[in-house]
């Protein structure tokens, strides 16, 4: 089975500063979802990316995946307290054959805090 | 357009008591999904839909759980009894399609079970 494995497990970071949050995969990764999540609540979608390579950005965070699609990468430009929060990558499964299904397996979360 | 409704938000039981919780998806979503999050750690995924059918249900504890989506549309998750280990929050995502190259999982605000 795919296991994601993410570091740091917590982040504490000065208002201002950027950060990098890492996502490694046991498997080759066929689609890899960044949440965001506040404490006790639901998870917010931020990006998705599929192909090798892919890089995609919104706002002031930047998601990577690396050309051989095992790890990925989450980068904040100039953090601010609202950016504070639980960050999860999650990795879409694929059964034997290769077919990708639905279901998702997440990572453990990097705590995110952002002192103002 | 309506995000993932979840209720009760909170929910506080005694050991061997059942609670049951509800959820109804993004309106045209054919896929729900019911996640369990244990504090500390990635969610991980209980049950599968596809429109009223089990698309994975391997790591629901079958003894204890169950989970049903008539019409197709809300879903209910029950536990009886519970168990201290029970204590998570209990999410619930939903998304157009499984299993397609770009299909996202939009999850709702979640419940938050104690078992004492």
């Known amino acids: 089975s795919q296991e994601l494995e993410q570091s740091p497990q917590s982040l504490i970071v000065q208002e201002g500063k950027n950060l990098t949050i890492n996502c490694t995969s046991s498997?080759?990764?066929?689609?890899l979802y960044w949440y965001k999540q506040k404490y006790g609540e639901g998870l917010i979608f931020l990006m998705m990316?599929?192909?090798?390579?892919e890089e995609k950005s919104h706002e002031k965070i930047t998601a990577k995946l690396d050309e051989k699609k095992q790890q990925s990468s989450l980068h904040i430009t100039a953090s601010q307290p609202s950016h504070a929060g639980i960050y999860l990558c999650g990795a879409r499964g694929t059964n034997a054959g290769g077919t990708s299904y639905g279901k998702l397996t997440f990572g453990q979360g990097t705590i995110l805090t952002v002192h103002p | 357009e309506a995000g993932v409704a979840q209720s009760p938000r909170y929910k506080i039981i005694e050991k061997r008591q059942s609670v049951a919780f509800w959820c109804n998806p993004i309106?045209?979503?054919?896929?729900l999904y019911w996640y369990q999050q244990i504090l500390g750690q990635g969610p991980k995924l209980l049950i599968q839909?596809?429109?009223?059918?089990?698309?994975?249900d391997s790591q629901l504890p079958k003894d204890r759980f169950s989970a049903e989506r008539l019409k197709g549309v809300d879903s209910t998750l029950k536990i009886q009894p519970a168990k201290l280990e029970d204590s998570a929050v209990y999410l619930c995502?939903?998304?157009?399609?499984?299993?397609?190259?770009?299909?996202?999982?939009?999850f709702g605000p979640g419940t938050r079970l104690t078992v004492l």
């Open positions: 309106s045209g979503h054919a896929t």
């Open positions: 498997k080759t990764l066929y689609g």
């Open positions: 839909f596809q429109n009223n059918g089990v698309v994975d």
């Open positions: 995502a939903s998304s157009l399609v499984a299993g397609t190259s770009s299909t996202t999982q939009y």
């Open positions: 990316l599929q192909k090798g390579g």
